[in-house]
């Protein structure tokens, strides 16, 4: 079983990517994305599922995984931002106050990028 590598459907998803890409990119490799995910997302863990033999679907770590590193190209500011700065824009008050977060909001809601399970209920 040593050096086997499992398949399971979940490594065919996109936040399996993400993952391989943070474990690749970190110089701390699974330890440090494992820490920088947080409690339920440890280095044992991890190690399972890039190996494709964790027992289950990780629902949790995927969450997570996509919470923490995945990216979008903002067409609006122009750079990189965080899935979590999409939801933040998103599920927080119209900022009737300030012109540019205000068009920046109208940006997010039009935006192709703005992942699917962030779009707002009417």
């Known amino acids: ?6 398949s399971r459907t ?4 996109r936040w ?14 699974i330890q440090g994305v494992a820490d920088r995910l947080g409690d339920g997302c440890g280095r044992s863990a991890l190690s399972l599922i890039l190996s494709g033999a964790y027992p ?3 629902v949790k770590v995927s969450r997570r995984v996509l919470e923490v ?7 609006y500011l122009g750079h990189d ?12 008050p119209v900022p ?14 039009r935006c192709e990028q703005r992942p699917k ?6």
């Open 10 to 13: 979940y490594m065919r998803e």
């Open 96 to 109: 009737t106050w300030d012109p540019a977060a205000l068009d920046l909001r109208r940006a997010c809601q």
């Open 117 to 122: 399970h962030q779009e707002m209920k009417s």
């Open 81 to 92: 931002v965080r899935a979590d700065f999409c939801a933040k824009i998103q599920r927080g």
């Open 69 to 75: 590193y995945d990216c979008y190209r903002c067409p």
């Open 1 to 6: 079983m040593s050096g086997e590598r499992f």
């Open 16 to 29: 399996f990517g993400v993952l391989e890409k943070a474990v690749a990119d970190d110089p701390r490799g």
């Open 56 to 58: 289950a679907q990780p």
